[in-house]
Structure formats: structure tokens, C-alpha cells
């Protein structure tokens, strides 16, 4: 059974930095590609970041690049998600979720391409 576990949350102000973990059991880390998304409230979950399976290859929302880099470590299970700069609009709960799709070469930024899913972190941003 695949699990993933997101630490790292937290209240911070405008222009602090945090770090969010996501360690994952259950099945082989290094076979797939990872992503991480946020759900503010009252909006819809959506994507911020992804990373393949061997941490070349990255992907980004617009509003989060430059400021937010994905990274993991394959010895340690874990994907990470440094997040520099950090705005009041940042606030949300985020989501790190595992692609469905073993050895896949093809980072995805939509939910429906993701099976299984941490319980979340709040980052809350304060101005």
C-alpha cells in the first residue's frame, strides 16, 4: 500500500522561506515521476510542481517559478519543495502526489495523471 506523508507546513510572513518533505512507502520511489499541488480555500487543487523519476527534469507552475524549486532523493524516498520568496497568495494546503504511470518520461500537471495523494500541509503566508 503506497503512502505518502508531507511535513514542513507552517506560518510564516511574506518573504520567509519554508521547506516541505514528502516521504513515500509502498512501492518503488525511483520508478516514478512526483509532483506537488496546493488547494487554497475555496479554489480548486492545482498543480505547482513536478520532478521525474531520476530529479533531471523539472516542471513548474508559472506563478512559483523562480521561487519554488522540486528536488528529491531517491536513497531517502523523499520529494522536497523549497519554497523562497513566499507570498500571501501562497497560502494553501499542498499536496504531494505520485504519477500513476511507472517509468514514465512525461511530467504531468494535472491531477487525473496522479493515483495516490499525501493528506497535506498548510502553508499559511502571512502579509
Known amino acids: 500500500q503506497v503512502q505518502l506523508v508531507e511535513s514542513g507546513g507552517g506560518l510564516v510572513q511574506a518573504g520567509d522561506s519554508l521547506r516541505l518533505s514528502c516521504a513515500a512507502s509502498?512501492?518503488?520511489?525511483?520508478?516514478?515521476?512526483m509532483g506537488w499541488f496546493r488547494q487554497a480555500p475555496g479554489k480548486e487543487r492545482e498543480f505547482v510542481a513536478a520532478?521525474?523519476?531520476?530529479?533531471?527534469?523539472?516542471l513548474y507552475e508559472d506563478s512559483v517559478k523562480g521561487r519554488f524549486t522540486i528536488s528529491r532523493d531517491n536513497t531517502k524516498n523523499t520529494v522536497y519543495l523549497q519554497m523562497n520568496s513566499l507570498k500571501p497568495e501562497d497560502t494553501a494546503v499542498y499536496y504531494c502526489a505520485e504519477d500513476s504511470s511507472i517509468f514514465s518520461t512525461i511530467l504531468k500537471a494535472t491531477m487525473i495523471e496522479y493515483d495516490y495523494w499525501g493528506q497535506g500541509t498548510q502553508v499559511t503566508v502571512s502579509s
Open positions: 509502498g512501492r518503488t520511489f525511483s520508478a516514478y515521476n
Open positions: 520532478i521525474s523519476r531520476s530529479g533531471g527534469t523539472t
